[in-house]
């Protein structure tokens, strides 16, 4: 028996669905704009390996790990249920936890990683996402909290609040959030390191299929005030009728191709590339 690899293959076909309802705070600060909107619109279900899970899971565990570990030692850790919900609730976000008048933000990293950030500090998506924390619960300074998952060393850097950035984080959220097509490509380049490692790199630079749902039709939008509705007749549509879409998908032209040939009741359309919307291919 092969222990490790059945665990492996327990956690994998058992791992969260990564389509989630909103744009999580934490991807705010991505380097590539276009990936934060293939995220928010389902391109793809992103999976990942058993191996990766667990040390998704390690991070999780070392979180709690630490605010019981301050709290143990007389600092006072509240506000993790605190968060803010912005743009009808599209973007939204939910602290580690608050000390004083400080957010509280727990990351794991590497040994590498631990000690790129003692030299050059917070690294600039973790920095976002802090800062949007800050801004949203209204706190004056963000405490960022490091472990290093190789030796356990434990480092905090401060962050103060910086108002126009935020705002510029919370405008960048709303223009993806609502935006019917994706913004520029980072790099035209597959092999561009940044692109090299992300999971939406087939359909970007590629002829990877998006996944069919409602968030990859023409037919969705996203409203102000929350929630997603479907202009073919289906009203306000729920976060599982989101996913399951339905047979009368039809692509988002941006994201693979114009119509090339279409029945003339609608039931079927085929794309240049050669793809067929018809409910069941």
């Known amino acids: 028996m092969n222990i490790a690899k059945q665990l492996y293959q327990h956690l994998e076909s058992n791992q969260e669905d990564s389509r989630r309802p909103h744009l999580g705070a934490s991807l705010i600060g991505h380097a590539c704009a276009r990936h934060i909107w293939y995220a928010f619109r389902w391109a793809k279900n992103v999976t990942h390996e058993g191996r ?14 630490i605010i019981d570990e301050l709290r143990a030692a007389g600092i006072d ?39 790129k950030l003692e030299r050059e500090g917070i690294p600039a998506r973790h920095l976002a996402q802090l800062v949007v924390y800050i801004h949203a619960v209204g706190k004056a300074r963000g405490i960022y909290l490091a472990i290093c998952k190789d030796t356990d060393a434990v480092t905090t850097l401060p962050v103060d609040a910086d108002p126009e950035l935020a705002e ?6 709303k223009a993806i959030i609502f935006a019917p097509v994706p913004p520029e490509k980072l790099s035209s380049d597959p092999a561009f390191y940044v692109c090299r490692m992300c999971p939406f790199s087939g359909i970007c630079h590629g002829a990877e299929r998006p996944e069919r749902n409602c968030r990859t039709c023409y037919c969705s ?16 549509i729920t976060f599982l009728e989101q996913k399951w879409g339905c047979g009368a998908h039809r692509y988002l032209p941006p994201l693979i191709g114009a119509v090339e040939d279409a029945c003339e009741s609608g039931a079927w359309v085929q794309y240049q590339n050669g793809w067929i919307d018809d409910g069941e291919n």
Do not use: M, Y
């Open 77 to 115: 850790v509240g506000g993790q249920q605190d968060g803010f919900a912005a743009f009808g609730g599209h973007f939204s976000g939910s602290v580690d936890g608050i000390i004083g008048d400080a957010v509280l933000e727990v990351k794991t990293h590497n040994a590498k990683s631990f000690a």
């Open 168 to 173: 510029s984080l919370f405008a960048k959220a």
């Open 52 to 65: 990766i899970l667990r040390i998704f899971q390690t991070g999780k565990l070392s979180e709690q790990r």
């Open 221 to 236: 939008t996203p409203q102000p005030a929350g929630g997603w509705t479907c202009d073919n007749g289906k009203g306000a």
